[in-house]
């Protein structure tokens, strides 16, 4: 494949809220560090709530504090992890958790189908970190896939510079130190379509365009065999 380089590093510390860029990150087997460690559930029912669910969550972000628990930036500016403040933004009981935290199954509970108002459906995500797929700890997405959609609506922790990651399913790679096996495309949902903040408007023609071009998937997920740093500038070589 032509050669590609790390252009943006994010991690997304709670689960379906906007995330952090970094210079730099430890790559692990449960992915970037900070990534994914925190979620927030529905004290009623114990789901774990996404913003395909609960679009307004793509309004707030999550950040690490410097002792590594996550914190919540809502729309207004308000800093907190407090559980009473999260769940009056909300109109609902919420409690902020972390993965260490959460023993047993994850229950979310999403649309069926892609589609809004309509039935919903339980499902199972992976253990220890809060990510959607049991195969999936890093996912990478290129310039050239992109072309002008806005990285955002993908949420994707490595934006690589350059184009060709689909002909990477299958393989080995070395990103900085740590070596990544890509393992499978990362199918897509009616989450992409979401409005953010920063002028992403509602779209549903996105997910439209994934499912007739590119078969319902767009980036790439990987798991990480060996640990390492991965860093902006650095090539993506396979191994």
């Known amino acids: 494949m032509p050669e590609v380089h790390v252009q943006e590093l994010w991690r997304y510390p709670v689960k379906s809220l906007q995330g952090e860029r970094v210079d730099a990150a430890d790559v692990g087997p449960e992915g970037l560090d900070g990534d994914r460690r925190w979620a927030l559930f529905d004290a009623s029912t114990g789901h774990g709530l996404t ?12 950040r690490l504090r410097a002792d590594g628990r996550a914190e919540v930036v809502l729309p207004d500016g308000t ?8 769940s009056d933004w909300l109109g609902q009981a919420v409690a902020l958790r972390a993965a260490a935290d959460v023993r047993g199954p994850r229950q979310y509970l999403d649309p069926v189908d892609d589609e809004d108002g309509g039935p919903w459906d339980a499902w199972e995500g992976a253990s220890g970190a809060f990510h959607d ?13 992109l072309g002008t959609w806005d990285r ?9 510079a350059g184009e060709g990651e689909d002909d990477l399913v299958g393989s080995t790679v070395r990103l900085g130190t740590a070596v990544l096996d890509v393992v499978k495309p990362v ?23 994934i499912h007739r071009e590119r078969g319902g998937a767009l980036a790439i997920g990987a798991l990480v065999p060996v640990p390492g740093r991965v860093a902006v500038g650095d090539e993506l070589v396979p191994v």
């Open 51 to 62: 913003a395909r669910r609960l679009p307004d969550l793509l309004f707030a972000s999550g």
């Open 79 to 86: 800093v907190t992890g407090d559980d009473a403040v999260l």
């Open 133 to 145: 797929s049991s195969r999936i700890r890093v996912s990478l997405v290129s310039t050239g896939t």
């Open 152 to 160: 955002r609506r993908f949420r994707a922790n490595v934006l690589l």
């Open 187 to 209: 199918s897509r949902c009616v989450m992409v379509t979401r409005p953010q903040p920063g002028g992403i408007g509602r779209d549903n023609g996105v997910l439209k365009t």
